[in-house]
């Protein structure tokens, strides 16, 4: 492998460290890997570096990276699938790949694989430097916009959230109390139900508006990576810690820290939660020194915590700290009523997105008001997006719907007429398309254009299948 070149490095304004700039370099060769680190870590990044592919997988596990300077030649491993690796271990990272031998044409696949950009072999320190700065800049913009993002969010009041059933205007009744008060708020609820968009409510209909509104999803976070996310670490205190880090309890200073699926914080770690929010301080990981924090706790959870408790799974003392003011947010199952706006909400914002109008049938309503939703709101708009995009025309039918949603039965196995194979049972494929083709012109008085529209082929196609439909009867 050919060696970059390293120029000496000019003494330049080292960037703003920021929370996010945590830099993986993935290459076989030491000496790469240490010179791309020390511009790196001059540029205010925490650099990691990793020998092997199967290295930078470890490390992914364990670290919270944000970006990754990739080898795309490393040893006993492809460069595009390391590249999908670890794009599917962390999604949101920005990943430049370095190639050599003279030619681009592997990393402009790569960047077609969601490569952020490539640099070629041999380099010098200034390229990297200026490729790094551009990075920090697109994390530090990507940030300020998720900010944003939250604000704007905020402006509606309740935040969205649909519904009128006598179980929503007294959630709405207990959501205004809780927005006006500095306790924390205990959110119950299934999966699904909303308990983010809640939580959001509750932050941005008060006095914290203006302020930060962080969620923390507790369940997801890799256990040994949540101590230092929450409360952050100082420079030394673990291998790779070449930089102190906030944690993400005092990013939220004055605002709102939502501490989302709680019941899934290690038991150990409670207690550290625990004196957080009784004293009002943190002590980063590795530091002697307690952090005086100022921030509003929101939790939400899926679990019965009495039980949790019981067994001794979640401390008694913290549920009792979270839960100074609680709220039940309804299945969607016990306030059917609102399934009719919820669908309406959200036609209108696919229709909005896609220009396209779409409508369900009365028979597409009655079944979606007779499913029991165990997903929840989460599941019934899931449902809608993905109908509304294989639906091809603008009625959306029964049939159209999943088939646990239309309670549509499973092919009846005895139904089958036979074929003469001793296979009676079983329904040939060519037979189920030319009953629903025949059945969608039928449905429609015989308009075909439509029946070709809805069901997602091209008319020469149907007019060739009617023809082959009628020949064969004739045949008969």
Known sequence: MTSPVLSPMPATPQIEPANFLNLLIVDDERSIREACREVAQSLGYTAYVADSA???????????????????????AGGLDALRRIKERRPEAVVIVVTGYGTVQSAVQAMKNGAYDYVTKPFSVDEQKMLLERVASHLRLKSENRLLREKVKSKQGFGG????????????????????????????????????????????????????FIPVDCGSLVPTLIESELFGYVKGAFTGANQSKDGLMAIAEGGTIFLDEVGELPVDL?????????????RPVGSTRRVAINVRILAATNRDLDQAVAQGEFRRDLYFRLNVLSLRIPAL?????????????????????????????????????????????????????RTYAFTSGPLIHTTDLPREVANLPLPDPSS???????????????ELEKNTILNAITELNGD?????????????????????????????
């Open 54 to 76: 199967e290295h930078a997988y470890r490390l992914l596990e364990t670290q919270p990276f944000d970006s990754v300077l990739l080898d795309l030649r490393l040893p006993g």
């Open 161 to 212: 959230i649909v519904g009128r059933a006598p179980e929503m205007e007294k959630l709405y009744r207990i959501i205004a109390k809780a927005a006006n008060s500095v306790h924390p708020v205990l959110i119950l609820g299934e999966s699904g139900t909303g308990k983010e968009m809640v939580a959001r409510s509750i932050h941005y209909s008060g006095p914290f508006r203006d302020k930060a």
């Open 270 to 282: 409670q207690a550290k939660m625990l004196r957080a929010i009784q004293e009002k301080e943190i």
């Open 333 to 385: 199952r016990e306030r059917r009523q609102d399934i009719p706006l919820l669908i309406g909400y959200f036609l209108d914002r696919m229709t909005r997105t896609s220009g396209l109008e779409k409508m369900l049938s009365d028979d597409a309503l009655k079944a979606m008001l007779a499913y029991d939703w165990p997903g929840n709101v989460r599941e019934l708009e899931n449902c809608l997006e």
């Open 416 to 430: 089958g007429s036979g074929n003469g194979n001793g296979h009676g049972k079983i329904i040939p494929i060519a």
């Open 448 to 476: 075909k254009l439509q029946a070709a529209r809805l069901l997602g082929i091209g008319k020469t196609t149907l007019y060739r299948k009617l023809k082959d439909y009628a020949a064969h009867e004739f045949q008969s």
